[in-house]
């Protein structure tokens, strides 16, 4: 049996990301949905790049990020998703590399360009997401680098990549590699949105497949159809083990064995960007997880790695996530 090497294996959207600010009016006038992830064809991406003002580039995509702020604790970790051979291929290949994740995917010689995501960020702090999936969504069962997977003591899963079948058959694919392996699978469901289009799929995959499921509060109530938080958790402590909830500035609140654990937030002097929370939340929670930790600490690690985010435009840890944690007390 492959020995383990990786603390999380991530799969998901492999996406260069390029963030603007720019107002309410500026999402009015282009017909965008605030807070939430808009799926956009490539000539819709190409305008609102060219719209986009001041903007920054950088690899993305939510598992991606996940798996860079795993990496920021000192933790080791691989990813797999699907770009085009072109320059924002390389460019997202060299970023994961430099960042000490490996990414050694075969990329896509033919059909569309590389995924992208122009995100605008409003004064609240509020991201707009609108998302070319290109290359990302052609990954396929094939692209599942068994080894890899094998070799990782939890796979994440990126339930964006859910936008088409073959995606889907490809999740599947990896979490059957990963529980044969002895391994754990999570999954986190991304966007409400995106559960909207994928409810059955995810609850079944969440019965069948899931050992760990990330979601927010705006995502939990929409996978269970109901405006009732606490009837939401009920049912999805009927269906998954272990389960982490984030609920913005309230905190999180976490299922396992026994009576479900909240813990706060960590505190925030200056709310700029809250693109890549949630997504290094979860990089802080497998961490602990993966190391051993209760549960309250892995939560708490999610919850400084969101804080030192939200700090500062952009998905991904600017400060080392390990040096915060070690400040906070925490070794793993």
């Known amino acids: 049996m492959t020995a383990v090497v990786y603390d999380v294996v991530g799969l998901g959207n492999a996406i260069v990301d390029v963030i603007s600010a720019q107002d309410d009016a500026f999402l009015e006038t282009w017909g965008i949905n605030k807070d939430a992830m808009n799926l956009i064809e490539e000539d819709r991406a190409d305008a609102l790049t060219e719209a986009s003002v001041n903007a920054v580039e950088t690899s993305g995509g939510s598992g991606a990020n996940t798996i860079a702020g795993i990496a920021s604790f000192g933790g080791k970790a691989a990813y797999i998703g699907k770009v085009a051979d072109d320059r924002l291929g390389k460019v997202f290949k060299a970023d994961m590399e430099n960042g000490g994740v490996p990414f050694e995917t075969e990329p896509l010689t033919e059909g569309p360009a590389t995924a992208r995501s122009i995100i605008f960020v409003t004064p609240d702090g509020k991201r707009s997401m609108n998302t070319f999936l290109g290359a990302s969504v052609e990954f396929a069962p094939s692209d599942v ?35 044969a392996a002895g391994r754990k699978v999570s ?29 927010n509060e705006e995502e939990l109530l929409s996978l269970y159809e109901t405006r009732d938080f606490d009837a939401a958790l009920e049912q999805l402590r009927a269906e998954t083990g272990l389960a982490a909830v984030t609920r913005g500035e309230k905190g999180s609140v976490v299922i396992g064995d026994g009576d479900p654990i909240e813990v706060p937030a960590e505190p925030v002097s200056e709310v700029v960007d809250t693109t890549g929370a949630g997504d290094q939340y979860a990089a802080g929670f497998l961490f602990g997880v993966a190391r051993g930790l209760p549960l309250a600490t892995c939560a708490k690690l999610g919850h400084i790695a969101a804080a030192e985010v939200i700090s500062h435009y952009g998905p991904r840890p600017e400060v080392s996530l390990g040096s915060l944690a070690a400040k906070a007390g925490i070794e793993a």
């Open 145 to 179: 680098d068994r080894e890899m997977v094998e070799a990782g003591s939890i796979l994440y899963l990126e339930g964006y990549l859910f936008d088409k079948q073959i995606a889907k058959s490809a999740f599947v694919h990896a979490a059957e590699i990963a529980h």
């Open 187 to 215: 999954l986190t469901l991304s966007d409400s949105f995106c559960v909207d289009r994928h409810r059955d799929s995810f609850r079944q995959l969440i019965r069948t497949q899931v050992d760990i499921l990330f979601a």
